[in-house]
T-cell receptor
Framework: NAGVTQTPKFRVLKTGQSMTLLCAQD?????MYWYRQDPGMGLRLIHY???????AKGEVPDGYNVSRLKKQNFLLGLESAAPSQTSVYFC??????????FGSGTRLTVV | RKEVEQDPGPFNVPEGATVAFNCTYS??????FFWYRQDCRKEPKLLMS???SGNEDGRFTAQLNRASQYISLLIRDSKLSDSATYLC?????????????FGDGTTLTVKP
């Protein structure tokens, strides 16, 4: 049982480039989330989804877009990368009853 | 004021010590509570849920105080491997939100 899988694990982008981070879960969870975590800081919610075909903004949505075309996948897009988006990105899923299951993270550096 | 607040620490304790962390929340409609553990440069992992009656899992005990709006985590007989950041998570009753509030974490370092 893989849980939550994120790809890629590492990426270096140049300012202005775009990219998509993929999150896949095999637990049939309804809710999925994208967080970012800067060094020494807490998790900040970027976008989330309460079901297939739905998305909503979190605390820090600017510069990101998401899609949830299939229940098991939640994609995070960076439209035009900026150095301020250098961070570790965590995807997570959960059900109503149980806690979150996180992916192992994507370490993104924008130069 | 943040919805969920934790003392960031760091808490530096010797092996074998007992240490306790608190986490306060501001929304009285909060429904469910969890403690997560995050190791350096790793993803957060569920440590334990927090029930109204309190619950224990080995050396770890979690308590909920609804009147004062805080949850606590007690670690007995600390091990070096307990060194990590501990996050509290609070869920509100909001069927459309689907999201929780994470504390920023309390860092624990257990020393030999």
């Amino acid at each position: 049982n893989a849980g939550v899988t994120q790809t890629p694990k590492f990426r270096v982008l140049k300012t202005g480039q775009s990219m998509t981070l993929l999150c896949a879960q095999d637990m049939n969870h309804e809710y999925m989330y994208w967080y970012r975590q800067d060094p020494g800081m807490g998790l900040r919610l970027i976008h989330y989804s309460v079901g297939e075909g739905t998305t909503a903004k979190g605390e820090v949505p600017d510069g990101y877009n998401v899609s949830r075309l299939k229940k098991q996948n939640f994609l995070l897009g960076l439209e035009s990368a900026a150095p301020s988006q250098t961070s570790v990105y965590f995807c997570a899923s959960r059900t109503d009853v149980y806690g979150y299951t996180f992916g192992s993270g994507t370490r993104l550096t924008v130069v | 004021r943040k919805e969920v607040e934790q003392d960031p620490g760091p808490f530096n304790v010797p092996e074998g010590a007992t240490v306790a962390f608190n986490c306060t929340y501001s929304n009285s409609a909060s429904q469910s509570f969890f403690w997560y553990r995050q190791d350096c440069r790793k993803e957060p992992k569920l440590l334990m849920s927090v029930y109204s009656s309190g619950n224990e899992d080995g050396r770890f005990t979690a308590q909920l105080n609804r009147a004062s709006q805080y949850i606590s985590l007690l670690i007995r007989d600390s091990k070096l491997s307990d060194s990590a950041t501990y996050l509290c998570v609070v869920n509100k009753i909001d069927t459309n939100a689907g999201k929780s509030t994470f504390g920023d974490g309390t860092t624990l370092t257990v020393k030999p």
